[in-house]
C-alpha cells in the first residue's frame, strides 16, 4: 500500500516562512517525479512545484519562483523525502498543499497537471495571515 503523508502547515504571518514534508513509501513503490499542488476553497487545484528523482530538474509555478525551493532525498529508493520550502509568503498562498507522485515518466509538461499524478497525499493546511 503506497502512503504519501504530508506535514508542515500551519499559520504563518505574511512574508513569514514555513516548511513542508512529505513521506512516500510503499511495497513496490516506485517514483519518477514528485509534485506539490495546493488547492484553495472554490479554486481548482494548481501546481506548485515537482522534482524529477533522476536528473533533479526542478519546475516551478510562475507564482512562486523565487520564494518556494522544492528538494528531495530517495537515497535508498524505499522511502521518498520531498521538502517545499516557503519564503516570503503571500495571503494567496493559502490553502491546502498536496504531494503527489508520477510513477513513470511523462513529458515535462505534463507535471504540470494534477490529473498525470498517481499517488496523493491528504494535504496539509497552509493559512497565511495578512
Known amino acids: 500500500q503506497v502512503q504519501l503523508v504530508e506535514s508542515g502547515g500551519g499559520l504563518v504571518q505574511a512574508g513569514g516562512s514555513l516548511r513542508l514534508s512529505c513521506s512516500a513509501s510503499?511495497?513496490?513503490?516506485?517514483?519518477?517525479?514528485m509534485g506539490w499542488f495546493r488547492q484553495a476553497p472554490g479554486k481548482e487545484r494548481e501546481f506548485v512545484a515537482s522534482i524529477r528523482w533522476s536528473t533533479g530538474i526542478t519546475d516551478y509555478a510562475d507564482s512562486v519562483k523565487g520564494r518556494f525551493t522544492i528538494s528531495g532525498d530517495n537515497a535508498n529508493n524505499t522511502v521518498y523525502l520531498v521538502y517545499l520550502q516557503m519564503n516570503s509568503l503571500k495571503p494567496e498562498d493559502a490553502a491546502v498543499y498536496y504531494c503527489?507522485?508520477?510513477?513513470?515518466?511523462?513529458?515535462?509538461?505534463?507535471?504540470?497537471?494534477?490529473?498525470?499524478?498517481?499517488?496523493w497525499g491528504q494535504g496539509t493546511q497552509v493559512t497565511v495571515s495578512s
Open positions: 510503499g511495497h513496490t513503490f516506485s517514483s519518477w517525479a
Open positions: 503527489a507522485s508520477k510513477s513513470v515518466p511523462v513529458t515535462s509538461g505534463s507535471l504540470y497537471n494534477y490529473e498525470w499524478y498517481d499517488y
